[in-house]
């Protein structure tokens, strides 16, 4: 590891908790899986990339631990953070590749440019770091080595927020705990994501699937949002779309920008904070799932407000579902009862 790597994630707007942790995350790649400035001469850490990798079906089934890293904890978050600071890793290495023009790709396949009035052919692997311009001069996506996080970082660098932990921050919104405490912090709706309005069993339980309907109308009834409002989403805090206990539980859903959302699938960062954001918030965490670490950034942060507290709950919800019949969420809740509510008879549910 390259002894400016810290000067380097100091530069770009990471405080020092982060800078600690990520430096420690790339000490222990390098101590276990690997030198990642061989790996980066290599292939561009691409080995290393690929021996990250433990995905949601991997901690379905429980298998072990895919790399020589000792993990104490949840192995999925733990890898992906591992992941996270390898690629970060190259990006810095990428950062550092001043000489664009200074040599000559060859090989059958790539794609072209012109320097200094000659056609030179870039290979598939080496193009994203031939064309990568340092951070503070990169403007265009080719400039940021194809790096979609690269370019939101740094437009987020030139905003009031600085850093992408405080844009989650001062941008992520949950639910009042005054709210939440009146539901126990269990799901309010028997559903999972899947084929939308497809009904089905999940050890033993009766539940429908959607496509993040019922969430989203968890969120917006429970908080008296009448409309979701433009380019805003509604995103999990854990990955647990097949989880009835967990997918419209108002702990883990949280309302945020569009541009921020896929971040809160894909970052481990996000996630870490969003997991301690909700158990700051409510004590809740996902069954089965040990308390999140306290991200060293949490206490430097300024967070939003949650949104305004909501009394007599149960009521309120009854009266959003009353005016609304045919909805598909409030169709499931009759079919096969809800938070505050058991199933209702057949006749009195109709057709439906």
């Known amino acids: 590891m390259r002894s400016d790597y810290g000067a380097w994630l100091r530069a770009q707007g990471y405080d020092g908790g982060t800078v600690t942790a990520q430096l420690h995350r790339i000490g222990r790649v390098q101590q276990y899986l690997g030198d990642p400035d061989e790996g980066f001469s290599h292939d561009r850490c691409k080995g290393l990339l690929e021996r990250l990798v433990y995905s949601t079906e991997d901690e379905r089934r429980g298998r072990p631990n895919p790399t020589e890293i000792p993990i104490n904890g949840r192995l999925r978050t733990n ?191 996000v996630r870490a904070l969003l997991a301690w954001r909700s158990f700051d918030l409510y004590g809740w965490r996902l069954s089965g799932v040990d308390i999140p670490d306290r991200p060293n950034a949490y206490a430097s942060l300024e967070w939003a407000a949650p949104l305004p507290p909501v009394p007599q709950l149960q009521p309120r919800l009854e009266a959003v579902m009353a005016r609304r019949p045919k909805d598909r969420t409030v169709i499931a809740a009759r079919r096969l009862g809800w938070l505050f509510g058991d199933p209702e008879p057949r006749e009195l549910r109709g057709s439906s």
């Open 79 to 269: 890898i992906a953070s591992y992941r996270h600071a390898v690629a970060l890793y190259t990006r810095f290495l990428d950062d550092q590749a001043k000489d664009v023009g200074g040599s000559v790709q060859g090989g059958s396949t790539g794609s072209s440019t012109i320097t200094s009035g000659r056609a030179v052919r870039w290979s598939g692997a080496t193009l994203a770091s031939q064309l990568a311009a340092p951070r503070e001069q990169a403007r265009t996506l080719a400039e940021f080595g194809f790096d979609g996080q690269a370019a939101l970082e740094a437009l987020i660098a030139t905003s009031r927020y600085r850093t992408l932990a405080q844009a989650v921050a001062s941008l992520a919104l949950f639910s009042h705990p005054e709210t939440v405490v009146q539901t126990g912090g269990r799901a309010m709706f028997p559903t999972v994501r899947g084929v939308p309005g497809a009904y089905l069993e999940i050890d033993g339980r009766s539940v429908m699937s959607d496509d993040n309907k019922s969430p989203t109308d968890a969120f917006l009834w429970s908080n008296g949002i009448n409309r979701r409002g433009r380019d805003s989403q509604f995103n999990h805090v854990y990955a647990a779309s097949l989880d009835p206990d967990a997918y419209t539980a108002l702990p883990n859903i949280v309302m945020t920008p569009a541009f921020l959302a896929k971040l809160t699938d894909t970052n481990a960062e």
